[in-house]
């Protein structure tokens, strides 16, 4: 465990006490760092035995150790009642990914499930705020998106079936949620669109992916993205602040989309080459689904405002790569 007795000196009394589980993670290390800069909330991050902890260490009041493997329902409700945990956020994600939107759901929901029953053994009133994605919103309509979820057994555009383990595995934990909100459960659901920028801890699932866009070659495995695939991006601090905005709102049944910029993968390619200074002719874009996604109920429910825009911050995001060595562009 870590006792950071900046912590203890710097909070008042009234700060409450967040549970974090996935925070070595991307996301979740920017989560660490942004909660740990706010005046109403300090940091606990619960992880695995195994877990890298240096890189949050600096922005934790404590970190604890699972007594399994795997996080357990007995892990998140010991931490609640120890530490008078008032909000559960979970961003974990089993890496490396599995073969099939099945097999990934069975590792995922693991800690997805530890958060909610770990809540709920000891008080109904503990929020758990859970994390999906945007593409589990689109639907063969496509449109404006919010952050409405869609019915079920709606279909997903033909571009969108590269993308049907994540997208898969996101529905199947979203059912997990409301099905848990349904019975009483206090918990909220946070979309984040593609996520960028810099974190304290590794980077992002689009570091590589925006690459092998532009080399036009398979990379670990998968093919590029086709060109008309379209989403929207979000910087991870700005991200960090709608989880943030939510904890602080509370609301049981919150489903909150994070999404400023449209930008298909062509777009966003294009200035990612342009920063990186290698050849890119993009490929001509059409938004054949006419997507758009729109965040604007959310901004206004949690009073956001975006901080950060992808043509402005590329450049840092490009150099962070090569820090990380995940750039791989001639």
């Known amino acids: 465990m870590s006792d950071n007795k900046e ?5 008042s009394s009234s700060v409450k006490n967040i549970l974090i589980i996935g925070a070595t993670g991307y996301i ?5 760092r942004q909660f740990s800069h706010t005046q109403d909330f300090a940091v606990l991050a619960l992880v695995r035995p195994s877990s890298n902890i240096e890189a949050i260490k600096p922005f934790c009041k404590e970190i604890i150790r699972s007594q399994e493997v795997e996080i357990s329902n ?3 409700a010991e931490a609640i009642r120890k530490h008078d945990i008032t909000t559960v956020i979970n961003v974990a994600w089993h890496m490396p990914p599995e073969p099939t939107k099945e097999a990934q759901f069975a590792k995922d929901r693991i800690a997805l499930e530890a958060a909610l029953h770990g809540a709920r053994a000891v008080s109904p009133d503990i929020h758990v705020i859970t994390t999906s994605g945007n593409f589990s919103l689109i639907t063969t309509a496509g449109g404006r998106i919010t952050e409405i979820p869609p019915p079920k057994g709606y279909r997903w555009p033909e571009y969108l079936v590269c993308f049907d383990l994540l997208s898969g595995v996101n529905v199947l934990k979203d059912a997990l949620v409301e099905e848990y909100i349904s019975n009483g459960g206090n918990a ?3 979309y984040p669109s593609s996520v960028y920028g810099c974190a ?3 980077g992002s699932f689009w570091d590589f992916a925006i690459q092998q866009f532009i080399t036009g070659k398979p990379y670990q495995g998968y093919q590029p993205f086709p060109p008309d695939f379209m989403t929207a991006w979000i ?3 700005d991200l960090a602040d709608c989880y ?3 904890a602080r709102k509370g609301s049981k049944g919150g489903h909150y989309l994070a999404a400023p910029e449209n930008l298909s993968i062509s777009q966003i390619s294009t200035l990612f080459a342009k920063a990186a200074q290698v050849e890119f002719l993009a490929p001509v874009f059409e938004n054949k689904d006419k997507v758009i996604f729109d965040d604007s109920h959310t901004r206004e429910i949690l009073q956001l405002q975006w901080k950060y825009k992808v043509a402005d911050e590329v450049k840092v995001w490009v150099k962070r790569i090569k820090e990380l060595g995940t750039y791989f562009l001639e």
């Open 188 to 190: 909220s659901i946070v």
């Open 200 to 202: 304290p801890t590794r």
């Open 244 to 246: 943030i905005a939510a």
């Open 235 to 237: 910087h991870v601090e």
């Open 74 to 76: 007995n892990d998140v």
């Open 7 to 11: 912590f203890l000196s710097e909070k």
């Open 28 to 32: 979740g290390g920017a989560l660490c």
